[in-house]
């Protein structure tokens, strides 16, 4: 698959910084343009819900519920009557924060403890791998339900307790990207050539582990938010009135065959969000990779 | 510090190495049993000169070459460089260390971090040895790779860039940006074109010539060696069997499997007869090498005494050392 450049044989190339490199083949990419686009505007509506929504997100209107989709109400009202629409833009801004919090939360306490497992391996390895096995041994859900319990009730430990939950699949991926990197001669040389173990693991074998990360990453966001709208349902996430799109759906869900609209509109915006992360990760992992870049 | 600068001081000093694999079976993955990979395995390297260690795949010879520089763990035995202890060595005397020996691998593919630029990948170890930083780390990073027949502009080039010539080139420059005195090329041709293998040889060469560099050349083309080589060991099953000067070696092998190993050496003239010696079977698992010599079960010339006593590494009058009852009679 190499591709021999003809124009650039011989010509001396001009150093230009990594970061640069990589935003500028990210927005040639058509696909993570649209991802970024996507997210942009999932961002710009949340941020500025109190401009875009029509109507009071908590109002309830118990004459006016379940109305279908109209001119006063574009998406509709649900089973007090509170505008669907504005209840999006407003829950936006928390589901956004839980996706984005939990993955970084996972990816943060994750990747190192899968790494460190991966490459130093012997005891170490087996202690930490045993009680990653305990953990994947839940349903995440279910992790997160102990993690909240533990924490109590609330927005933000929500984030947290479904960051935890997927602690386990970022060191279970990492590790095994780990124990097949840290074999490659690259390794080995910088090892014969004084650099320490820190060093190698974040700045020789980490780096060619991006893909897998970013792949499962894109994933996790939304799955963050579905586990963070089942806490919800439990009463363990966000509480009642607060609109959340996984608490939306969730309880729509009882009116799915009289009002699809409650279910419909807060499952697109999740499938959109999570297309979008997609298409950005997609980009990104390919940006990053000097293989693909050139 | 104490090193004693005095010339006949060996650059470096293998003795009685050993790297014994654990063989873990069952649930709870208890030790089962070793690969002996390198079995007690003695020799000296001098100053400016080309070792070759030479053996079939599995022998142990890139084994022996990652012991001495610590890649691998070594079981038990003593490595020195110029007097002072490897094995042993921490902290700021190993970076020292480090710095002094180095090593070219054998697949260029996968020596070099695909994510790195070459300048920015020979920059970091620079950095990490205090040796060059900035614009300084720059051009010492461009001099070497000139050195090595690449060009200045190649340092923002990412390795899937290079021809696999070119990386292997690239392995050699890394090697070199610390300066090193020894330098272990392990197989630093096999996996590489044959129209590119000799450009490769001669930069080996010419980079010895140029920075006084002693080299352990791990190889199993044995015309290769023949070229490079000023002494030759040969491995079997984790044990030198003989260690001998080049010319001593190419022109009468004392050792059955070093014969063996030379007959298959194919002759550019046709009309030269030639006795092949084929060995027959395979080379024993190491996991579970035959008791006496290691070489028994497809010698030739096997005797009783060759089933029951191992043969030691004794010196001839020739200046040859071979593990052989046949050289050396058990009195």
Redesign the interface.
Do not use: E, V, W
């Given at each position: 698959m190499?591709n021999v450049?003809l124009t650039a044989e011989g010509m001396?190339?001009?150093?230009t910084s990594e970061l640069r490199e990589v935003f500028r083949h990210l927005v040639r990419n058509r696909a993570a343009v649209v991802g970024l686009t996507i997210i942009g505007l999932f961002v710009v509506v949340s941020v500025f819900a109190p401009v875009f929504a029509t109507h009071d997100p908590l109002a309830a209107n118990l004459g006016n519920r379940l109305q279908p989709p109209s001119r006063e109400h574009l998406l509709g009202t649900d089973e007090l009557g509170r505008d669907l629409l504005s209840r999006m833009f407003y829950g936006g801004r928390i589901s956004l924060n839980i996706g984005i919090i939990s993955v970084l939360i996972g990816v943060l306490i994750g990747v190192p403890i899968g790494a460190v497992s991966g490459y130093f391996g012997g005891k170490l390895d087996i202690i930490t791998q045993r009680f990653i096995d305990i953990m994947i041994a839940f349903p995440g859900i279910l992790l997160a339900i102990v993690v909240v319990t533990v924490l109590g009730v609330g927005v933000e430990n929500v984030m947290i307790a479904t960051g935890i939950a997927s602690v386990p699949i970022y060191a279970r991926l990492v590790r095994g990207s780990v124990l097949s990197i840290k074999e490659?001669?690259?390794v080995?040389?910088?090892?014969?050539?004084?650099?320490?173990d820190v060093?190698i693991i974040f700045?020789?074998i980490l780096?060619?582990c991006l893909a897998p990360i970013i792949v499962q990453s894109t994933f996790q966001i939304a799955t963050s938010i579905l586990w963070a709208a089942g806490l919800g349902f439990l009463g363990l996430g966000a509480q009642a009135p607060t609109p959340e799109w996984g608490a939306i759906l969730s309880n729509g869900r009882a009116y799915i065959r009289t009002a699809h609209h409650l279910t419909t509109y807060p499952g697109l915006a999740i499938l959109l969000m999570v297309l979008g992360f997609n298409l950005v990760g997609d980009g990104l992992r390919d940006a990053?990779?000097?293989?693909t870049r050139? | 510090m104490s090193a004693p600068a005095v010339a006949d001081v060996p650059v470096l000093s293998v003795r009685d190495l050993k790297k014994y694999f654990p063989i873990r079976t069952g649930v709870l993955s208890r030790v089962s049993g070793h690969v002996k990979a390198v079995d007690g395995v003695t020799f000296d390297i001098q100053a400016g000169e080309t070792f070759a260690l030479v053996g079939e795949s599995g022998c142990g010879k890139s084994t022996t070459g990652r012991a001495i520089l610590r890649l691998t763990g070594a079981t038990d035995g003593e490595v020195y460089y110029q007097g002072e202890d490897v094995l042993g060595a921490s902290g700021e005397r190993m970076r020292r260390l480090r710095k002094a020996m180095q090593i070219v691998f054998q697949d260029p593919y996968s020596a070099l971090n695909p994510r790195k630029t070459v300048g920015s990948a020979i920059g970091e170890i620079l950095r990490v040895h205090r040796m060059a930083s900035g614009a300084e780390s720059r051009e010492r990073v461009e001099e070497v790779l000139v050195r090595c027949g690449l060009e200045a502009y190649h340092s923002y080039r990412y390795p899937h860039e290079f021809s696999g010539g070119q990386r292997q080139r690239v392995v050699i420059a890394r090697a070199l940006a610390l300066d090193p005195r020894f330098i272990v090329a392990d197989e630093p041709i096999s996996a590489l074109d044959v129209s590119i293998q000799s450009q490769i040889i001669n930069l080996l060469e010419d980079l010895q010539d140029s920075f006084q560099l002693t080299y352990l050349f791990i190889s199993h083309d044995l015309s290769v060696v023949r070229h490079m080589a000023d002494r030759v060991g040969v491995m079997y099953l984790g044990k030198l069997v003989e260690v001998a000067e080049k010319r001593e070696f190419y022109r009468e092998p004392l050792h059955p499997y070093s014969q063996a190993l030379l007959s298959a050496i194919p002759v550019s003239d046709p009309t030269v007869k030639k006795k092949r010696i084929i060995l027959q079977g395979d080379v024993p698992s190491p996991a579970n090498p035959p008791a006496g010599c290691p070489f028994h079960t497809r010698c030739p010339y096997v005797m009783d005494v060759c089933r029951t006593v191992p043969p030691a590494l004794l010196q001839t009058e020739t200046g040859h050392s071979v593990a052989c009852h046949l050289v050396h009679p058990v009195t």
């Open positions: 190499r450049d001396p190339r001009k150093k490659q001669s690259y080995a040389a910088a090892r014969a050539a004084g650099l320490g060093r700045r020789q780096p060619n990053l990779d000097p293989k050139s | -």
